[in-house]
């Protein structure tokens, strides 16, 4: 099951754009690793769903994970072949906007070696271009 | 345990994103001395390359040469860019030789949890200690520790002339028993996906009957 919210205060929202670098949660914080963003992108949460089980899986289970962005965002869309006007499309799906250097996943407990192999899976089912990010000393 | 270094670094006169931005350019980075008592803050710009060599060398303890004026300082904090590459800005904290001053010290878990997951739930730890005995880490083993165990601030084990200045119940490390769900969830995604197979199969010929089909219509 795709992630979405609960409830939202308003059906749907404006596109907006996705402009300059993550100020915020670009950071490893709870794991030892983490997959960054290197694009800016609306990450679905589809995409979310789907990078979790590629982890899941690389690492039979035996990892923490934590997933550091959430599909806060509705995106509609009118369906094929209708005519301009008539009011916005319906809610498609949620997505997450992320803009370059956010933090998408993190792993610990595990060695590097398998958090790699688990982040390169995780990769191929992501929308942009990611990599992978070790903790860095903040003193 | 980290020797000094000495650490040459200039005044900035200007301050500023526009400025910082220029001297990030030139190879240096903005940095900062906190004030402490009367003695003022200091805003000064050190060289990249020598202070990037200093940390490699797992140095904690600096004489930093503003122009002529020695200072003696540890590092505070340490702001990176969006993508954690490049040191955005380093601030610095007076200290005096041979008199305890407080810093934060990473933990280094050491060997695998049997019996369970380990979960580390604080990465640093704060420790008092003269700054020359500031370690580059303090060592945390995990291997004797079972599922339902955990690991409070007051039982690591510090090395000489290092004291906790934190809260000695603090939580750092715990051990979770194994999940038995795990293994389930996996089976029935197994057997759902089994069964999803056949049903699949015949939209799988259509897709590529379709695909013959589309293939003939550009040729």
Redesign the interface.
Known sequence: MAMMPKRSKYRKAHRGRVKGYATRGNRVEFGEYGLQALDPAWITGRHIEAGRVAANRATDGTAKIWIRIFPHKPISSKPAEVRMGKGKGDVEFWAAEVKPGTILFELGGVDEDTAKKAFKRVAHKMPIKVKMVHRVPTS | MSSSEILKAAKRERVGSRFARRLRKAGRIPASIQAEGETPHLDISVGEREFLAS?RHHVHLYDIDVEGAMETAI????Q?????DRLNHIEFKRVQRGVATE??V?LDVVGAASGG????LV??VQISCIPSLIPNSIEVKVGELTAGDSLLANELELPEGLSLAMDGETVLITISAHKEE??EP?EGEDALESDGAAPEAPDASDSAAEGDSSGGGEG
């Open positions: 940390r590092v505070r904090e340490l990176w860019d969006a993508f954690g810093a934060s990473v997951d380990l979960n580390v990465n640093e795990v293994a996996a």
